[in-house]
C-alpha cells in the first residue's frame, strides 16, 4: 500500500516543473506571440499596483480596471494564437506571410495596451475619445489595430486548413481551425457594433459602477461587450470542446453543433444588447 503511494506521489509532476514545461512548449511554438502574450500578463503586476494606489474613477470605476481586463484579454489571445501555432507542421511555421502578420499583431497589440496605459495615467478614456484631434487619430489606429490582431487568427485558421497535421485527431483539428475563424468573424462583427453605436452601452447610464462582477456589464441596459465576449473567446472554447470530443467518432458532429450555439450565442446576446436588455442581470 505504502509503496504504491510512494509510486503513485512521485509520478505527480510539480506545480512549478508543469509550468516551466508549458512556457518552454509555448515558446517553442511562436516565440513572438508567446513572449509577448505573457509580457501582456507580467504587465498586470505593475498595472493592478496603480489600481491599489489610485483611487481616481472614470465611467464609475478605477481608471486602472480597462487597462488590467485588456492586459487579460489580449495576453490570452496572444498566447492562445501561439499556442494553436503549434498545431502547423513544422515545416509551414516559418512562412513569411504569417510571421509578418504575427510582427503586425504583436505590433498593433503593443500599441493599444501603453496608449490604454498612458491614457488610464492621465484619467481620460482611450475608447471612444475625440477630444482633440490627436485623441481621435489615436482612437482610428486602435480600432486599426484591433482589426489586425482578430485577422491573424483569420490567417492562422487558413493556414492550418492549407497545411493539415495528420497527426491530429479530425475532429480537434477542426475545432481548433473553426475557433479561428469564427474569432475574426465574431468577434471582429461584435467590434464593429461597438464602434457603429458609439460606446457599449445601449440604453443604459455611461457608467460601469454595479455591472457583473469580473465582466463589468451593465444591468440596466444592454451591453455590447457580451458578445463581443464569447465571439472573441471561440479560439479557446471550440479547441477545448474539441479536445474532449477528439476519441469519438461524432466529434466532428459535436464540434460543428457547438460552433453553431456558439455563434447563435454570440449573435443572440449581441441583439440583446441592441435592443436594450441587459445579460443575466439578476448575477451578483
Do not use: C
Not at 36 to 45: D, F
Not at 60 to 71: Q, S
Amino acid at each position: 500500500m505504502s509503496m504504491i503511494t510512494l509510486s503513485s506521489a512521485r509520478s505527480i509532476t510539480p506545480p512549478h516543473s508543469l509550468v516551466a514545461r508549458i512556457e518552454a512548449e509555448g515558446r517553442r511554438r511562436q516565440p513572438l506571440l508567446w513572449g509577448a502574450g505573457l509580457a501582456m500578463l507580467a504587465l498586470m503586476v505593475p498595472t493592478y499596483a496603480a489600481y491599489l494606489i489610485d483611487d481616481r474613477l472614470l465611467n464609475g470605476i478605477n481608471v486602472w480596471t480597462k487597462p488590467l481586463k485588456f492586459e487579460v484579454s489580449i495576453g490570452l489571445f496572444l498566447a492562445t494564437l501561439a499556442w494553436l501555432w503549434g498545431y502547423l507542421p513544422e515545416a509551414n511555421r516559418k512562412g513569411r506571410l504569417l510571421n509578418g502578420y504575427a510582427v503586425a499583431a504583436t505590433i498593433a497589440a503593443t500599441f493599444e495596451i501603453a496608449y490604454m496605459i498612458l491614457q488610464a495615467g492621465r484619467g481620460v478614456h482611450s475608447h471612444f475619445n475625440d477630444t482633440t484631434a490627436l485623441e481621435g487619430a489615436m482612437y482610428s489606429l486602435m480600432g486599426l489595430g484591433s482589426v489586425t490582431m482578430t485577422s491573424m487568427a483569420l490567417v492562422l485558421g487558413i493556414a492550418l486548413i492549407r497545411h493539415p497535421r495528420r497527426d491530429l485527431s479530425p475532429a480537434f483539428r477542426l475545432s481548433v481551425v473553426l475557433g479561428l475563424v469564427l474569432t475574426f468573424v465574431l468577434g471582429t462583427a461584435a467590434g464593429i457594433a461597438i464602434s457603429a453605436n458609439g460606446s457599449h452601452w445601449v440604453a443604459a447610464a455611461a457608467s460601469d459602477a454595479g455591472g457583473v462582477p469580473i465582466f463589468g456589464w451593465t444591468r440596466e441596459g444592454g451591453d455590447l461587450r457580451v458578445g463581443h465576449f464569447f465571439g472573441m473567446h471561440a479560439m479557446q472554447i471550440l479547441p477545448l470542446l474539441g479536445l474532449l470530443v477528439a476519441g469519438n467518432r461524432w466529434g466532428r458532429s459535436a464540434v460543428w453543433l457547438g460552433a453553431a450555439a456558439l455563434t447563435a450565442l454570440t449573435v443572440a446576446t449581441t441583439a440583446q444588447a441592441l435592443a436594450g436588455q441587459p445579460f443575466l442581470s439578476f448575477i451578483g
